[in-house]
């Protein structure tokens, strides 16, 4: 039996990050969580390297490789070259992170907010990748073309556009958009049989160079608000990461502390289904909330936070 599936392709010129989504509006003058404090900065760096797959191929040759999410990397004969230009000969060592799932852009701590001409917007996402490439240590860069990338989704949508990430000062993920970059659909078909990822499309993009890449898209709610999250009675802030995560747009979003001892949300839009999860070091181990709501004018959760431990806080991730 053979199963549609549609793509969008790019091709990466250098070393970058990508990201398909869509986005919505948020403010830019607001001051995130910092990820660098306690033990959460070596939390997000140990699951990005357990994350990090690494493949060898032929500089010359070129190939397809395939990461454990479905992600295809399609290299064309002699894509690689030095910072100089010159080519490069010999074996090349790929390495690939795929973020495709809300539980991975929090594992991870990878965000969707873009900056959208200097304010931040909730990016509604078709997943992130990173792609990177060394010979003996060294970065080599790709030619323009000189790869195609497949990144699989359950939604494939014409109207996203290329987001490269980068981290601001305390840790988070913002995504730029790319004006040059290409993505497209292409119908594909694969036998069941065969295919064991449960994903129903690709985004076949097209990007400038390797680095962290997201398809993506602004999505303008008609109404939008900010919500605020509150500590336990008698609890503070410290030691605590609060998120909200959009499942229906595969999109996740940061909060911000908020001075008056709490957390406020970038703009999302109102009406729409989201989960607030909130992670938090203790004196005697972790703990953890997941509070599912349905967004409302300037509401306000309070969070109710339970004993956990990293393993199944990663598994109530992946049921997300």
Known sequence: M???????????????VWSCRKDETSEASTTVTPVGTHSFASYFASNIADAT?????????????IGAKGTRLIFEPGAFVHADGTPVTGSVTVS???????????????????????????????GAINVYAEQGGNEVQVTPGGLIARIPT???????????????????????????????????????????????????????????INCDYVWNASSMTTITATPPSGSSTDSTLVWIAFPTINSVTSMYLNGSGGWNSFQIPVGISATVIGLREGENGYLSTFQDITVTNSMVVPLVFTPTTLDDFEQALDGL
């Open 96 to 126: 690939l992170v795929e973020v495709l799932t809300v539980g991975d852009m929090i594992r991870l701590n990878k965000q969707t907010v873009g900056d959208d001409n200097g304010t931040l917007r909730l990016l509604v996402s078709g």
């Open 53 to 65: 797959q690494t493949f060898s191929l032929s500089a010359a040759a070129g190939g397809e490789r």
């Open 154 to 212: 359950d939604v494939a949508d014409p109207a996203m556009t290329l987001f490269s990430g980068r981290e601001d000062a305390q840790g988070n993920m913002i995504w730029d958009p790319i004006d040059s970059a290409i993505i497209d659909t292409d119908p594909t078909y694969y036998d069941s049989t065969e295919y064991t990822f449960p994903y129903y499309f690709y985004y076949l993009l097209n990007p400038p160079g390797f680095n962290w």
């Open 2 to 16: 053979k199963h549609t599936r549609l793509a969008l392709i790019a091709a990466i010129a250098t070393a970058a």
